[in-house]
């Protein structure tokens, strides 16, 4: 062990004795402070120009994938590393002093773990150069979240680390210390696009995707630790020590060929068979080391996993005819997979299967691609595209044998299933992410568990419709596959209900949807819905625009009344019956989803809604969760048309400017349940167009606040919430002012420390 020190002693003497050294950490440091300077200025000024506070500042000051300072560094990091170890083992090649090496008493282990030792050394100077920015975080942010940080520090080393023992391997293979770098860079780049390679064989597949480098620092920068990750970091690290070790050995020993060879294949097998066991999912170990453990499932998510049972199963039945094909090609699928890593931690058990085939779902955009040619003909022209085997996929026939997709439209689905043969579809979505977040996987395996909410849509008034596309309609939010928030992505089956026979709500309905009556209710099927109410149903009542008459025999009995006339406003750049509510303080109070949609920038809103009256003494408990704005809305009695006229405030009439509820929730405990019932003053802001349209540049959480309802109706089983603990580092307390003298300090001052130590030590060596 003394050995070693001594060889690591005096090859950081070589090291810090020239100037290169110096140099990369010089350059190192100068565009860490740019980067992390850039990223100082840009909080401060949105802080100074919002007034408002940022959460996670911990993570995006250094682990952002955007914003952080770390996958910055991890981006250059390896064009330090070559120039570093490139003469470790060459220089001595090179100078001759390897003979001497070889003559002496010391072994071969010693020299190469010396040299390492070495480099690791000025390595955790490099890493740790880095921690004068991290002093500046607990100064200017709140509540900073110090292991995060370091477990981001930590993989930077762990990669870095990894880098030098490869680099140090490419030193030994030649004497010019150029080439060695060259080398180097090349087998990096090796180990970062291995992982492409072979993917197309399920023998090669998981060998090269777990030999790549890229991204295994990561999960690491994210604030997780894996043990996945830790092993990879050190096998690749020992591969490539010893293969140092083998070179010297065999230079300095004459061995046959063949046991050679014996050598490192065995050696490959051993890092084969401990990259296999240590990336199944039974053996891996985590750490999160964030505060609001954000790499982790939710508690409730985590619950579900536990409950779901032994041998379950993802089935992921790939169209190659379908637009999304191309994430689950066979050359994709471990990336697929890792999209379930959070999952396979609590269950790893669970098992992933790939369905292939092809069917033309979608004739007139496949035809516009490929005039006059036949399905068959399609499909080899795709296969070929995605370099593929055209005949690893299923014919429509067989598919039709295998599973019923045709209400998934034979689109990218995958099909969740129990032993016992629960099942649930789980889809992507037409949006940026395409790919189901948290809680839609949440949602879909919870129905392996617990049976989703029915919710019944009365028809036969014209009410809103949802199985037609029109703008008023209701289809997007409730039946639509394709949006991540509608009802049958989020725990719900929806279906239309008709009173015009039996005159009574179906027992099995959850929730009552009545949504803009264009004629009222006889009095059969009005006793109907009382007696659903009386035996504490819960209900969706939307009214709207003219409706009052027919809406308001429902909800009298409640205590609550829709008030003639329409709300308007007097914001000028808007229509005046355009309506931006805001979530009451009261609301925003009983609920963390009510909350996050109260933020200043966010609106829900409502074109051509109508105002809300209550009374307390009905029995049940209100709670008005929406009103209009305090300073702008009135109830205007006079105007209707105003796309050709102007309404204007008329307190003669009784018009006043004030809030005005707009969508309130009344509970009560009936029959040994929480009953609840959802009323809105516009049966618009959850139809098609609403949905999808923003206006005055303010972010429309239209969709959440629907979807919130739902989860109140259903007794919050649906959606299963996976809100993470609230982020208490968003405090940012530097001012505008003061980044000239931050990016003084780095970018000048920290550098210049570095070289008149640097020019110290190099001025008293050259003298001595």
């Known amino acids: 062990m003394k050995i070693i020190f001594t060889i690591a002693k005096n090859e950081l003497k070589i090291m810090f004795y020239s100037p290169i050294a110096w140099l990369m950490l010089i350059v190192f440091i100068i565009q860490s402070s740019i980067f992390f300077s850039d990223i100082v200025e840009n909080i401060a000024t949105t802080v100074a120009a919002s007034g408002r506070k940022i959460s996670y500042l911990s993570y995006i000051f250094f682990n952002d994938n955007t914003y952080g300072l770390f996958p910055k560094v991890q981006q250059y990091l390896f064009l330090y590393i070559p120039l570093l170890t490139m003469g470790l083992m060459s220089r001595e090649v090179s100078e001759g002093s390897i003979k001497l090496l070889y003559s002496s008493p010391i072994n071969n282990t010693k020299i190469v773990l010396g040299k390492y030792l070495s480099i690791m050394i000025y390595l955790l100077i490099l890493i740790s150069s880095l921690f004068a920015f991290v002093i500046l975080g607990p100064l200017t942010i709140n509540n900073f979240d110090y292991p995060q940080v370091l477990v981001g520090m930590l993989g930077l080393y762990l990669l870095a680390a990894t880098y030098a023992a490869i680099g140090l391997y490419m030193s030994s293979l030649t004497s010019y210390q150029p080439v060695a770098a060259i080398a180097t860079m090349a087998l990096f780049a ?49 591969l490539f020590l010893i293969l140092t070790i083998l070179r010297m050995y065999n230079q300095r020993n004459s061995l046959s060929k063949s046991r050679r060879f014996n050598q490192y294949v065995l050696l490959y097998i051993v890092v084969i068979i401990i990259g296999y066991i240590s990336s199944t999912p039974q053996f891996m170990v985590y750490y999160d080391s964030s505060r609001t453990k954000r790499n982790t499932l939710s508690e409730n998510s985590q619950k579900i996993m536990r409950e779901i049972g032994k041998s379950t199963q993802i089935t992921t039945y790939v169209n190659l005819m379908d637009k999304y094909f191309n994430y689950g090609t066979p050359e994709n699928m471990n990336n697929d997979i890792r999209r379930f890593r959070k999952y396979l931690r609590f269950r790893p058990d669970l098992k992933m299967k790939y369905v292939y085939y092809y069917m033309n779902a979608d004739k007139e955009g496949l035809a516009a691609r490929f005039p006059g040619k036949t399905d068959k003909e ?24 295998e599973a019923d997709l045709s209400s998934e439209k034979y689109r990218f689905v995958r099909k969740l299933e129990t032993q016992d043969g629960k099942s649930a ?48 309609n209701y289809s997007l939010y409730a039946n639509d596959i394709t949006f991540r928030y509608s009802l049958i992505n989020n725990g719900f089956e929806c279906e239309e209900i008709s009173l015009s026979g039996s005159k009574k709500i179906p027992g099995e309905i959850d929730i009552l949807v009545i949504a803009d009556l264009r004629i009222p ?5 009005l006793k ?5 109410i009386a035996k504490g149903g819960n209900l969706f009542i939307a009214g709207d625009v003219g409706r009052q008459k027919n809406m308001n025999p429902l ?19 808007d229509a005046q019956n355009l309506i931006y509510n805001k979530i009451t303080k009261i609301a925003a109070d009983s609920s963390k989803q009510y909350k996050a949609l109260a933020t200043p920038n966010s609106q829900i809103t409502m074109l051509g809604a109508v105002a809300l009256e209550y009374v307390t003494d009905k029995g049940f408990d209100v709670l008005p969760i929406l009103t209009s704005d305090t300073t702008k809305s009135w109830i205007e009695l006079n105007t209707t048309n105003f796309i050709e006229e102007k309404a204007t405030l008329n307190p003669e009439k009784g018009e006043e ?4 509820t707009t969508l309130l929730q009344l509970t009560r405990e009936i029959n040994n349940k929480k009953q609840v019932i959802v009323i809105s003053g516009d049966a618009d802001f959850c139809s098609n167009s609403e949905l999808i349209r923003g206006r005055g540049g303010s972010l429309s959480r239209n969709f959440e606040m629907t979807i919130e309802n739902y989860r109140k109706l259903s007794g919050e089983r649906y959606p299963v919430s996976t809100s993470s603990k609230p982020s208490i580092d968003n405090v940012f307390s530097m001012d505008v002012e003061h980044i000239p003298h931050i990016r003084i300090a780095y970018i000048g001052i920290y550098p210049f420390i570095f070289l008149v130590l640097g020019l110290i030590i190099l001025v008293r060596r050259k003298s001595r």
């Open 425 to 472: 579809f789980l889809r992507l979505y037409d949006d940026m992410e395409v790919f189901p977040r948290e809680n839609q996987i949440s949602n879909a395996f919870k129905r392996l568990i617990e049976p989703p909410s029915k919710v019944g849509f009365l028809t036969g008034h014209g009410e809103r419709d949802i199985v037609k596309t029109g703008d008023r």
């Open 555 to 573: 909800i009298e009995s409640l205590g609550v009344r829709f008030l003639d006339g329409i709300l308007a406003n007097n914001v000028s750049t």
């Open 528 to 532: 109907a819905v009382e007696e659903y």
């Open 521 to 525: 209710l006889d009095s059969a099927e």
């Open 657 to 660: 400017i004030k809030p005005y």
């Open 190 to 238: 090796i180990l970062n696009f291995v992982g492409g390679l072979g993917q197309q064989y399920l023998w090669l597949r998981d060998i090269t995707y777990w030999l790549s480098i890229n991204g295994r620092c990561d999960e690491f920068i994210n604030g997780l630790v894996c043990s996945e990750d830790i092993i990879y970091f050190i096998t690749i690290s020992v």
């Open 378 to 401: 399609i499909v080899e022209n795709l296969a070929e595209t995605y370099e593929v085997d055209s005949e690893m996929f299923l014919s429509p026939d067989q598919i039709k044998e």
